[in-house]
């Protein structure tokens, strides 16, 4: 995966979260972080990124699950169109 296409994956799952947020009534989601059995590598580390950011307040639940919410941080990143840059 190139830097681009990472950078485009956490602001895809951002998105997600975001939409999620207005859906849920502000809850966190869960991430299922397990593809065929093994660990999706490329979303933990999105997940841990944006946690890093303060985009989003990420905890692990189990080995194969994440909770997350969006931050207001990450709120206002969406709506100001802003980019992980």
């Known amino acids: 995966m190139t830097p681009e296409q990472r950078n ?23 991430i299922n972080t397990e593809k065929e059995g093994k660990t999706d590598n490329e979303l933990v580390t999105a997940i841990q990124y944006l946690d890093d950011k303060n985009l989003i307040e990420g905890k692990i639940l189990h080995r194969a699950a994440y909770q997350a919410k969006i931050t207001a941080y990450g ?3 969406i709506e100001s169109g802003g980019s992980l840059r």
């Open 8 to 30: 485009q994956a956490r602001l895809d799952l951002l998105k997600e979260l975001y939409d999620y947020h207005f859906q849920n009534g502000g809850r966190a989601a869960s």
């Open 75 to 77: 709120i206002d990143l």
